[in-house]
């Protein structure tokens, strides 16, 4: 989905009620600074529980492996913690064929450039990288952007794959 331009923040208490109207019973995250208030409002309530790790590599292992449990997890992540992670999703996303939904920050992009257009390498590569790994990838610009994390969680788990939620704003 093309970014909106200019990308507004979203609270990070709408995130969190958002993700708690899905059933996610655990987020798994490598702290973001673009999504700390997401962060916040998660570790403020007892649901889902928010797991901090290490790596990228360590969140997704533990994703595969809470699913295989029952449990129903996620990623907050950053783009560049994608990059880091792509192993790891190829191997036990994809080829396991393990729902694994992220919600990934746009760390350090400007909310009045398109993504595709930003001078940040980070930013401008975050679309481009999941089109070339076939992640989908959907969008969260703005408030009226919420219902697109449902509509990515419920395609992660029928395609039992990889599916991006890219936050263009630093969250509210």
């Known amino acids: 989905m ?3 331009l ?3 923040p979203v609270s990070g208490a709408a ?17 973001d600074s673009h999504q700390k208030t997401v962060l916040d409002a998660l570790a403020a309530g007892t ?21 295989a449990g029952g449990a129903r997890p996620m990623l907050i992540i950053q ?22 939904l992220m919600l990934i920050g ?9 993504s595709r257009e930003n001078r940040v390498r980070a930013v401008r590569m975050l679309e481009p990288t999941l089109e070339t790994w076939g992640i989908p990838c959907w969008r969260l610009d703005g408030p009226d952007d919420l219902p697109n994390l449902a509509r990515a969680h419920q395609q992660s788990l029928d395609d039992r794959g990889p599916i991006a939620v890219a936050v263009g704003a630093r969250t509210s």
């Open 79 to 100: 783009n560049n913690g994608l990059y880091a992670g792509l192993n790891a999703i190829k191997a036990l996303s994809f080829e396991a064929r393990v729902p694994l």
């Open 106 to 114: 746009e760390f350090v992009r400007d909310p009045a450039v398109p």
């Open 47 to 67: 649901r889902p529980r928010l797991l901090t790790v290490c790596t990228e590599d360590e969140a997704v292992g533990m994703n595969m492996g809470l699913y």
């Open 6 to 8: 200019p990308a507004l």
């Open 2 to 4: 093309a970014a909106t």
């Open 15 to 31: 995130i969190a009620d958002e993700i708690r109207g899905l059933g996610v019973t655990h987020v798994l995250t490598v702290p």
